[in-house]
């Protein structure tokens, strides 16, 4: 695939212009890009999961596994250049990918869909390679311009090159065969001198080996920090929307619209909850019993 190509031969000074000019060439005006997680099953912290925004729950369904759960996250146009330039600045090599033969059919609109049942993406940093194993489904437009790029991720693994834990690993076996030694040996016993410094010598070759394999800041899902942080931005954006409407509506500046609008809902978010109150009462409350709803009423308005 030429986006690949381009993907790959990307100048060296991974310039967001450049990223721009690749967008613009190879996605629709209104693209999406998706990473589903609700099929995963190796997530090892499923605090990570947490770390996508809420919000992405109602906004939209994976086409592949129907799931709406909100795990997983969604890039429109406009992030993708940006989201492409910290990729390869956050030390990604090359990110290749895997497919079987598509599945591929026309909609009635127009447009085609190609869909992967199997499809491998590939992650390659300098030390580390992430290999994603899911399904894939991209939909073109009439343009051939890509609309939709959804990956339903299934697992992932991270592997590290033999090379780079061996020494390590080595180093702890010769510590704990020294340590064995100066137990064996002394038929006197061990002095707690000798003690500490074989502890010593264990704790560094450990924290050596915890250091190689901690090279990449990834979160469990195998996402750098960064990307996943660059991916959330939007979403927070979209989240102040209504603050801007209402800085715009009431032609006041973003700290002071941020003082009245923190009232306003407050006082919105109050009356909702008095609302709310009364009906439970209502419907709670024995007909009659109405000095005891206002007793409760009373208590709600002082909280
Ligand atoms: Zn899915």
Same mark, same amino acid.
């Given at each position: 695939m030429q986006y690949i190509y381009h993907q790959r031969h990307? $100048?060296?000074?991974?310039s967001i212009l450049y990223w721009r000019k690749f967008v613009v060439q190879y996605f629709a005006q209104r693209a999406r890009k998706r990473w589903c997680l609700a099929m995963y099953d190796n997530v090892g912290n499923q605090a990570a999961l947490g770390?996508? $925004?809420? +919000? +992405?729950t109602e906004a939209w369904q994976c %086409?592949? =596994? %129907? +799931? @709406? +759960?909100? @795990?997983g996250f969604e890039a429109t146009f406009e992030v993708l250049p940006r989201l492409n330039q910290i990729k390869f600045d956050r030390g990604v090599i090359d990110e290749l990918l895997f497919v079987d033969l598509p599945n591929e059919y026309r909609l009635p609109s127009g447009v085609m869909v190609l869909e992967y049942a199997k499809a491998v993406q590939e992650t390659v940093y300098d030390q580390l390679r992430v290999v994603r194993e899911g399904q894939l489904r991209i939909i073109f437009s009439q343009e051939l311009k890509i609309l939709l790029w959804e990956f339903c991720a299934r697992r992932h693994e991270e592997f590290f090159p033999r090379r780079l834990v061996a020494p390590q690993v080595n180093q702890l076996l010769q510590v704990a065969q020294k340590v064995q030694n100066t137990v064996t040996e002394s038929s006197a016993g061990v002095s707690a001198q000798e003690m500490q410094a074989n502890c010593n010598m264990f704790v560094t070759a450990g924290r050596q080996l915890a250091r190689s394999l901690e090279l990449q800041s990834l979160n469990d899902l195998g996402f750098s920090k960064r990307y996943v942080r660059c991916l959330q931005a939007p979403e927070v954006v979209s989240s102040m929307k209504d603050l801007i409407e209402f800085s715009q509506e009431h032609k006041t500046g973003p700290i002071e619209s941020l003082k009245n609008y923190a009232q306003q809902a407050a006082a919105k978010l109050q009356s909702q909850k008095m609302q709310e109150m009364e009906q439970l009462v209502n419907a709670q =409350?024995? $007909? %009659?019993d109405q000095s005891t709803l206002n007793k409760f009423l009373e208590c709600c308005r002082t909280e």
């Open positions: 990307r $100048p060296q000074e991974d770390a996508f $925004p809420r +919000s +992405s %086409g592949i =596994c %129907g +799931s @709406k +759960s909100g @795990k =409350c024995l $007909p %009659g």
